[in-house]
């Protein structure tokens, strides 16, 4: 009897770990599959990861879309930013709250509708081409981030692609 519970023991022992790792990566999936999708480089000696920002994806699709126009980046700064005493996210925030405000104008219903409602409605009703629409999305996950973040690392060539982005939805949305 006692071999017995020895062998259940050894067995379990060996085939815990496997189902372990298996609910780790099942329980956090998405976040691996967001990891795996923005991943630049990586090395195995010494443990080396870089990923790419979600910025970047912004930018990238901005720029296949046409979307990006080259601001100086005086003028940039002095619109958003006049006092260049502000902090990134409220800036960030602030200039969310301009293009929020843009797609609500063009928000024809009566009553109050969220932002994902506004952004479907127009889109549906071609008041808004699709890849505006999706950049209007990825912009407010960002802004999102910045609310929701007590300190968002964000690096001053990242912030001004947010800036010049969120310029160009601005112009388009007008």
Known sequence: MINYLELLVETIGSIIWPIVVFSI?????????????????????????????????ITKDAINYGVTIAYPL??????????????????????WKEI?????NLDDRH???????????????????????????????????????SELSISKEDYLNWISISKSVIERLK
């Open 25 to 57: 990566f099942f329980i956090f999936r998405k976040d691996i599959k967001s990891l795996i999708s923005r991943l630049k480089s990586a090395e195995i000696k010494d443990f080396k990861i870089e990923l790419e920002s979600k910025i970047e994806d």
């Open 100 to 104: 929020e405000a843009l797609i609500k």
């Open 111 to 149: 009553g109050f509708h969220n932002t994902h409602n506004t952004i479907k409605y127009l889109l549906d009703n071609n008041k808004i081409p699709k890849y505006l629409a999706n950049l209007i999305l990825e912009l407010r996950k960002l802004r999102n981030l910045a609310a929701h973040e």
């Open 74 to 95: 005086e003028t940039l700064e002095n619109q958003f930013n006049p006092d260049h005493d502000l902090p990134k996210t409220y800036v960030i925030i602030e200039t």
